[in-house]
């Protein structure tokens, strides 16, 4: 039967339109908090999170305390997904033609809305990596130039800084972490030292990504940029996790990845740059047709899947709908839960802080005379609890779907570790 275009595009639209009405789960489901309550004492109550773990159906095979690398999505964003992936693949290339660019506008606009910046200064990529990469290739540096960076800085983003080296000449200076504790004016003093007349740039993690320790960026960033220095800013472990917004940091750029602790779908990040920069930074991949000074130039790596964008603005909601104090108290709690009991433990070592200004999900502990892989691998083989090993200790960072007790596995599992004689 051979149908005539215009009757096929009538037919596809149509087809469009009931897939776009089609029923979503309401993020009513994810019940939004009484916002008039004390979010600290709100932590504590398992009533009031039950609705929002009905959100989430993590596997049964391990309890998952490892949500730092990659967070699921609630129930709320993943039905939005599948709606829009439907209608997307329904209109197919009509979708990427005509109906792409305001959807996709919409999206940067809520998110610069979140962020607390002008939607003129935020494109959206896919990741951290992709995001800081962006920032740390483009900027133009001369020889002996100097980029400054704490060794506990993602490792992907010190090869950057060494790949800039061998080709560029520019110089990496990696610093130590400053001592544990809170004093906000040792650890800017502590950046401060190594900043010279030749630094140009400074790499700084909101949260450093294999401790959890929080760092105070907006007086490391006032104070280096004082001095004349660009502050990048890696915000891939507090975005959504503090409740904090990127434009109240002071920074010049600002990267984080949002399939972690906002929830959005895998492949999700966000790379923010003030607008007196945008137009002397390269592009990772070239793009004629944009305006230098347009920060979409940044977003020009060809098709990829735009449902996945659009459940960013699901993912704002449900995480508004909690309420951004309450998530963090909630965080710092579930964290408090396993953490506080073994700081007596003689064998075992925090690497974060764990006040209020040191840490919040994500922490860090060490067990005497075993490496964080072996910890890690005996955690869950022994007692089905699934974390990751890093070079410092043991990663562990809890999430929404989990109650104190679900963390008692854990609790004993690093107590038993802690007194067994080797």
């Not at 309890?63 to 197919?92: C, F, K, M, W």
């Not at 004093?183 to 740039?201: G, K, N, S, W």
Request: charged share 25%.
């Amino acid at each position: 039967m051979t149908v005539d275009r215009r009757s096929f595009l009538a037919h596809g639209i149509r087809l469009a339109a009931v897939a776009a009405a089609a029923p979503v789960v309401p993020l009513a489901r994810g019940a939004a908090f009484d916002t008039s309550t004390d979010p600290i004492a709100a932590a504590r109550d398992e009533a009031r999170w039950a609705p929002i773990r009905a959100c989430y159906a993590p596997s049964t095979r391990f309890t998952n305390v490892e949500s730092g690398y990659y967070s699921p999505a609630s129930a709320p964003v993943l039905d939005a997904l599948e709606h829009d992936q439907r209608r997307i693949n329904a209109l197919a290339s009509w979708y990427m033609r005509r109906e792409k660019e305001g959807e996709h506008e919409a999206v940067r606009h809520e998110l610069a809305r979140f962020m607390q910046v002008d939607a003129e200064e935020v494109a959206l990529v896919r990741n951290t990596t992709e995001a800081l990469n962006t920032v740390l290739l483009g900027l133009d540096l001369d020889v002996g130039d100097e980029i400054v960076a704490c060794e506990q800085e993602y490792g992907s983003m010190l090869q950057v800084l060494d790949q800039r080296a061998r080709r560029d000449g520019v110089v990496p200076i990696v610093i130590e972490q400053p001592p544990l504790d809170d004093d906000v004016d040792a650890i800017v003093a502590h950046y401060a030292a190594a900043l010279t007349p030749r630094t140009r740039v400074l790499l700084v993690s909101h949260i450093y990504y294999l401790t959890g320790r929080i760092l105070p960026v907006a007086a490391i960033a006032a104070m280096a940029r004082a001095r004349g220095v660009f502050v990048v800013c890696d915000g891939a472990h507090a975005f959504a996790h503090l409740d904090l917004r990127p434009g109240s940091l002071g920074v010049d750029a600002y990267a984080a990845s949002l399939h972690k602790w906002l929830g959005a779908p895998l492949g999700n990040g966000v790379l923010w740059i003030r607008k007196p920069h945008i137009a002397s930074i390269w592009p990772l991949f070239a793009d004629a047709d944009v305006d230098v000074r347009d920060i979409r130039k940044f977003e020009h790596y060809g098709t990829h899947p735009c449902a996945n964008v659009h459940g960013i603005r699901t993912a704002l909601e449900f995480h508004e709908a909690i309420g951004g104090a309450f998530k963090e108290q909630r965080l710092r709690y579930l964290k408090d839960c396993w953490a506080k009991p073994l700081q007596g433990e003689p064998r075992l070592r925090f690497n974060v802080p764990l006040t209020e200004a040191g840490s919040c999900a994500l922490a860090n502990v060490a067990v005497e005379d075993m490496t964080g892989r072996e910890a890690s691998a005996a955690l869950l083989e022994r007692h089905g609890v699934f974390t990751v090993g890093v070079r410092s200790g043991v990663r562990i960072a809890p999430n929404l779907w989990l109650t104190p007790s679900d963390l008692e596995p854990l609790l004993e599992g690093l107590r038993e570790l802690a007194r067994e004689r080797r």
